[in-house]
């Protein structure tokens, strides 16, 4: 891969979902295969997994590893061509981004969404630079609509959760359910869209996605699945609920419903085909998902979280040397 900004960088999606999983069985398999190669890790808003699980995945790799609060520790960067620079940015991307591809063999960037214009989000200006001015291969650690990283994961997880359980039967396609959950202040579409994104592309599953009414996504990211916004009627026989919440898309960033009857409980489970539970964490307990989903047998948030670093590894390999 040159790049990995969403699914349509992967040419095989169960390929990489395998090789991740071979780095779970054996994390130093490839201990050699980035030695003498450096990664630069810019975070321009904060993280705690998709940090840590891509420092130890690179690590596994033999690679060195650079961190960057770019926020905190560096100039203010400007994005937009032909700007004049008479604000409070300090350092055009032009300038920075070509440095950054002479002192990284590849560069890890996380940016996030303003919420306050859609077009200016969704038109991925800030991780497009890097990828056009950089010079060396890109990762997303998320971006302002796509958490490609995650997703990936997501699918990893369901793939081993399935050999686990025997759900894997040839004609058996899982029902994968992707639920709105409500929450305190507005949430980007990132990984509702990229989680979509990817189940779609996979093709190996019956997936819905249901949502109070005006939290419907980009058709560019759900075209594919079955929309519904009767939550009970989604439930019905599902094998995996995902659990996130996002802020509305049409009319955007904003929140309409806050209503607690959307967070997933044990009793709406009893809904589903005994149903494992999903979340990408950070979570507000008790008010997305209770307690007792979080803490119960049904859940593989922690499992899930777990797998980030053998997601980020498949990703790291590919790129420094591609499937055999």
């Known amino acids: 891969m040159k790049q990995f900004i969403s699914v349509h960088d992967v040419p095989d999606i169960n390929a990489l979902v395998s090789k991740a999983l071979k780095y779970k069985a054996d994390p130093l398999k490839s201990q050699s295969l980035g030695v003498n190669k450096r990664i630069g890790c810019l975070f321009l808003n904060p993280s705690m997994r998709t940090r840590l699980s891509t420092q130890i995945a690179a690590q596994n790799l033999g690679m060195d590893v650079i961190v960057f609060n770019v926020g905190s520790e560096g100039w203010a960067l400007e994005f937009e061509e032909e700007a004049i620079m008479s604000g409070s940015t300090v350092e055009h991307v032009k300038d920075a981004a070509p440095i950054m591809g002479k002192y990284f063999d590849v560069l890890a960037i996380r940016t ?26 890109v990762v997303s650690l998320e971006s302002a609509t796509l958490h490609p990283l995650q997703s990936l994961t997501d699918v990893l997880t369901i793939t081993e959760e399935k050999q686990k359980s025997n759900r894997s039967h040839r004609d058996h396609k899982p029902k994968i359910v992707l639920t709105w959950a ?143």
Not at 186 to 208: M, R
Not at 209 to 230: C, M, Q, R, V, W
Not at 272 to 293: F, G, W, Y
Request: aromatic letters at 12%.
């Open 112 to 137: 996030f969404p303003s919420l306050k214009n859609r077009e200016d989000d969704y038109s991925e200006l800030f991780i497009k630079q890097f990828v056009k001015y950089a010079g060396i291969p």
């Open 182 to 324: 409500p929450h305190v202040k507005p949430l980007p579409q990132c990984v509702a869209n990229s989680f979509a994104q990817w189940i779609n592309v996979w093709g190996e599953a019956d997936f819905v996605i249901t949502h109070p009414e005006d939290y419907e996504l980009s058709k560019e990211f759900t075209n594919g699945a079955t929309i519904t916004t009767d939550q009970d009627e989604a439930l019905k026989n599902a094998d995996f609920v995902y659990v996130k919440n996002w802020s509305t898309y049409t009319d955007y960033g904003k929140i309409y419903c806050n209503d607690p009857g959307w967070m997933l409980t044990s009793e709406k489970l009893k809904l589903t085909n005994n149903a494992k539970v999903m979340h990408c964490l950070p979570v507000r307990r008790n008010v997305e998902l209770s307690d007792e989903i979080l803490d119960g047998p049904d859940s593989l948030v922690t499992e899930q979280a777990a797998n980030r670093v053998w997601a980020a590894q498949a990703v790291l390999s590919e790129i420094l040397a591609p499937i055999p």
